[in-house]
């Protein structure tokens, strides 16, 4: 059974189309990258597949169940969101922040447990915010209170990870760690990964395939190798962009000489 199913999916906001009759099937190990300029609703798109607003039309199957059909705590229970901006939520430290994760898992009027505690203690380490566990969280630097969101849905444990903008705030070693971290996630333990990124090249590096939103609904999804192209990138950015080929695999970088011609 896939752990996703979108069924022609008709999403739109403000009168403007995100997809359009958009279909696919996400199995386990998939860890798909999300790709789109500014404003071509990436975010709308995962908080859609995320339950929190209605489709126009189409279906979307968690595990087989019609995700409109499921109970928030089932869920909570199996899919994770990384919100693009975390609200702070009332006075806590890193530690009781990160176990907010684990409330879906816990029975009504039941505290936490030793395991709950360190799970959460897993995920702080794992994001570089171990040793800070009594601090107030509203005493952390940006990046550090992104990466403890990050630490958050880790504690929550979900079968399907929905990233908005996961390397966000973060610098290039926490950038590189954690999204290997969730394609290990993926590739190891047959957990499904959805991130939107803005770095075409940790799309490249971390994801096996790719979602393209170019606007006015119209989308193309597919191994991250014969769809990630300077073709497929320079229309979806609007902007002349060129393979750089070394040792290492390929990178794309803006075509500075076919930059200067359309100037």
Same mark, same amino acid.
């Given at each position: 059974?896939?752990?996703?199913?979108?069924?022609?999916?008709?999403?739109?906001?403000?009168?403007?189309?995100?997809?359009?009759?958009?279909?696919?099937?996400?199995?386990?190990?998939?860890?798909?990258?999300?790709?789109?300029?500014?404003?071509?609703?990436?975010?709308?798109?995962?908080?859609?597949?995320?339950?929190?607003?209605?489709?126009?039309?189409?279906?979307?199957? @968690?595990?087989?169940?019609?995700?409109?059909?499921?109970?928030?705590?089932?869920?909570?229970?199996?899919?994770?969101?990384?919100?693009?901006?975390?609200?702070?939520?009332?006075?806590?430290?890193?530690?009781?922040?990160?176990?907010?994760?684990?409330?879906?898992?816990?029975?009504?009027?039941?505290?936490?447990?030793?395991?709950?505690?360190?799970?959460?203690?897993?995920?702080?380490?794992?994001?570089?915010?171990?040793?800070?566990?009594?601090?107030?969280?509203?005493?952390?630097?940006?990046?550090?209170?992104?990466?403890?969101?990050?630490?958050?849905?880790?504690?929550?444990?979900?079968?399907?990870?929905?990233?908005?903008?996961?390397?966000?705030?973060?610098?290039?070693?926490?950038?590189?760690?954690?999204?290997?971290?969730?394609?290990?996630?993926?590739?190891?333990?047959?957990?499904?990964?959805?991130?939107? @990124?803005?770095?075409?090249?940790?799309?490249?590096?971390?994801?096996?395939?790719? @979602?393209?939103?170019?606007?006015?609904?119209?989308? @193309?999804?597919?191994?991250?190798?014969?769809?990630?192209?300077?073709?497929?990138?320079?229309?979806?950015?609007?902007?002349?962009?060129?393979?750089?080929?070394?040792?290492?695999?390929?990178?794309?970088?803006?075509?500075?000489?076919?930059?200067?011609?359309?100037?």
């Amino acid at each position: 059974m896939n752990e996703l199913e979108i069924h022609a999916l008709t999403v739109s906001i403000a009168g403007k189309y995100v997809c359009r009759e958009l279909s696919l099937a996400l199995h386990a190990g998939t860890c798909l990258g999300l790709l789109g300029g500014n404003g071509a609703g990436k975010t709308t798109l995962l908080h859609t597949l995320a339950g929190l607003r209605a489709p126009d039309s189409g279906e979307i199957l @968690l595990h087989g169940a019609p995700l409109a059909a499921l109970p928030r705590r089932r869920i909570a229970q199996q899919l994770g969101l990384l919100m693009q901006q975390q609200e702070d939520s009332l006075p806590a430290s890193v530690l009781e922040t990160a176990l907010i994760g684990r409330h879906p898992h816990i029975e009504f009027w039941r505290w936490e447990s030793h395991a709950d505690v360190n799970i959460a203690r897993r995920a702080l380490k794992m994001v570089g915010l171990d040793g800070l566990e009594q601090r107030m969280q509203t005493q952390l630097s940006g990046g550090e209170r992104r990466r403890l969101a990050i630490a958050t849905v880790l504690t929550q444990d979900p079968h399907l990870f929905l990233l908005d903008e996961p390397a966000h705030q973060l610098d290039l070693h926490h950038q590189l760690a954690l999204l290997r971290h969730f394609a290990a996630l993926a590739r190891e333990q047959g957990r499904v990964i959805i991130m939107s @990124l803005h770095d075409v090249n940790l799309a490249a590096r971390f994801c096996n395939r790719v @979602l393209m939103l170019f606007g006015a609904g119209e989308t @193309l999804c597919g191994d991250s190798t014969e769809t990630l192209t300077a073709g497929n990138l320079s229309r979806l950015y609007q902007t002349p962009v060129a393979p750089l080929h070394w040792a290492g695999g390929t990178v794309f970088v803006p075509d500075q000489a076919r930059e200067a011609d359309r100037t």
